[in-house]
């Protein structure tokens, strides 16, 4: 006799697609935005060209470069604050 399935037990939660998603989705404010930027397109890449060796359509590599360029500007948010914060150090010698 088969066993009856139990309606008290939760359904199995996909650990490696909730890594995924936490990894991947950015939200306002996040201190780890700008590496999850760089890290999907990376990873898409990756997967997109099956290693290197397919070709990226052009929509596909303009909307990369757009995520890129997003990524360039919070590098240079972050290094001209980076600046800020050195030039407020008392007693440093410039």
């Known amino acids: 006799m088969a066993a009856e ?9 996909d650990l490696d697609q909730e890594i ?3 990894a991947f989705t950015l939200r306002p404010g996040d201190p780890l935005a700008l ?3 760089i890290r999907s397109v990376a990873l898409l890449l990756e997967e ?9 359509s052009g929509a596909i ?5 757009e995520i890129l360029q ?5 590098v240079a948010r972050l290094r001209k604050e980076l600046r800020r914060r050195e030039e407020e150090l008392p007693g440093q010698d410039q």
């Open 5 to 13: 399935p139990n309606p008290n037990t939760e359904p199995k939660m």
């Open 70 to 74: 997003d990524a360039a500007e919070d």
């Open 20 to 22: 995924l998603d936490e």
């Open 61 to 65: 590599a303009y909307g990369f470069a």
């Open 35 to 37: 590496e999850k930027k």
């Open 48 to 56: 997109l060209t099956k290693e290197g060796n397919e070709p990226v």
